[in-house]
Structures are given as structure tokens and as C-alpha cells.
């Protein structure tokens, strides 16, 4: 026995679109579309102050299927450094998690255990930093933060900040298969895939994509992807 997930990641640019307005109910009605089990965000929080969220807890939790995993280390913020996880509900958020990760500006990764009928994915959502030398320290960071937490399936979603397809994601090269759905930003006329899925052994892709309807190539700068996965069976059976 196995279990399918879709997964999904979505820089919302704190909720304002091409259109200059910040329009939470709209970024809702996108992530419904995606008919995800596990979306990982960035920009979920303004960046001025305390970084109060830029969507309605409220809305969220009475207009969509989802939980929010507790990252926030305050009041007001949805996520930690920007990056949020929800989780469909039906599934268990069995641990959550802070990367602190290096580099001149202010990032972090946030790690979130979801349980399902055959075992447990590890969710990493990040949004890596803009010149490929922190890249490169902040994945490294990463899989060393995975390593000491024992961490066993697991996807790192989000919005990698690299142009390239053949360079600056090495230090997931010799555990994790890379996946680009496609060029996912700028929204308006979509050049690079920045947005990625890395999957560690045993995670198996079946299919993935970028959503490219009416509503999300106006809600944000960044279009949202998704990746229909398989998890490994840990129940034996």
C-alpha cells in the first residue's frame, strides 16, 4: 500500500498581485485550484514590524481544507521568514520545525512532519536567497538540519531563487532528485523556473506542472506548482 500526495509551493508576494493590490481572498481561491494535500508558501508575511500575515487566518481556515502548521514565532505571522506550510486536513502534522539559514540577508526553511495512513513525509518550505553562493550554504544547511533530525522521506518545496538548470543546487545532488514543473516566474510572461521540488530517495514524482490559469497570472509575480508524488509504504503491509 502506498499513498499519492500532490504538493504544492506558491510565492504569494505577500498577497499582492500585477494588478498592485493585495487581495488575500484571491491567493485562497488559487490554492484551492492546486487540490493540494500539502502547499508550502513564501512571502506569507509582510515584511515590515512583527511581519503580521499577509492572508486571513480566519478565511483561511473557514474557506479552505486546510490546517495551518505552527511555525510563527509570534502572534501575528502565518509562517517563520515568510514560509508557511498548510496541510490538508485529514492529515496529521506530527512535528514542526526552524532552519536557521546563513547569508547577508535575513532567510530561514521551516520543517513540517505530515503523517498519513502509510507513514510520514518531511516537508522542508524555503525561499533561498539571492546570490548562489548563500544558495549553495543555505542548501547545505538544509541537509545537514535533515541529517540531524533523522529525517526519512522528504520534500524541500520552494522558490529556489536559481536561473539555471544545470548549476547551483549541488549540495542536494548526491541524495535528491530536482525537479523544475516549468518557468513559473514572472507570472506575466513566465522566463525561469525558480520555483522547484526536490524529492529524496524513495519519493517517487508521477506527475507535476505549473498552474497557469486566469486567476494565478494575475495574483502574484510568481506562478504556484504542484508535484503528484508517491511515499514509500512504512506500514509493511
Known amino acids: 500500500m502506498t499513498r499519492q500526495l500532490r504538493l504544492a509551493s506558491y510565492n504569494i508576494r505577500k498577497a499582492v498581485g500585477l494588478d498592485y493590490r493585495r487581495d488575500p481572498g484571491r491567493i485562497l481561491d488559487v490554492i484551492n485550484g492546486l487540490d493540494a494535500d500539502v502547499v508550502a508558501i513564501q512571502e506569507a508575511d509582510k515584511r515590515l514590524g512583527n511581519r503580521p500575515t499577509a492572508l486571513d487566518v480566519e478565511a483561511l481556515?473557514?474557506?479552505?481544507?486546510?490546517?495551518?502548521?505552527?511555525l510563527a514565532d509570534n502572534e501575528v505571522s502565518l509562517g517563520w521568514h515568510g514560509n508557511a506550510v498548510l496541510v490538508r486536513r485529514g492529515l496529521t502534522i506530527h512535528r514542526v520545525d526552524r532552519i536557521e539559514l546563513p547569508g547577508l540577508e535575513p532567510r530561514g526553511a521551516v520543517q513540517v512532519d505530515v503523517g498519513t495512513d502509510t507513514g510520514h513525509l518531511t516537508v522542508v518550505g524555503t525561499h533561498l536567497g539571492l546570490l548562489r553562493p548563500y544558495r549553495l550554504e543555505q542548501l547545505t544547511r538544509i541537509r545537514a538540519h535533515l541529517a540531524e533530525t533523522g529525517a526519512g522521506a522528504t520534500a524541500i518545496l520552494g522558490d529556489f531563487n536559481e536561473w539555471s538548470d544545470t548549476a547551483g543546487l549541488e549540495p542536494l545532488a548526491d541524495g535528491f532528485a530536482v525537479i523544475s514543473p516549468g518557468k513559473s516566474f514572472h507570472s506575466a510572461r513566465p522566463m525561469a523556473g525558480l520555483d522547484r521540488i526536490a524529492l529524496s530517495t524513495g519519493v517517487a514524482l508521477r506527475d507535476a506542472g505549473v498552474e497557469q490559469g486566469k486567476l494565478a497570472k494575475v495574483a502574484s509575480d510568481h506562478l504556484p506548482i504542484w508535484g503528484d508524488v508517491t511515499l514509500p509504504d512504512l506500514t509493511g503491509g
Open 61 to 70: 481556515l473557514r474557506d479552505t481544507d486546510f490546517q495551518i502548521a505552527r
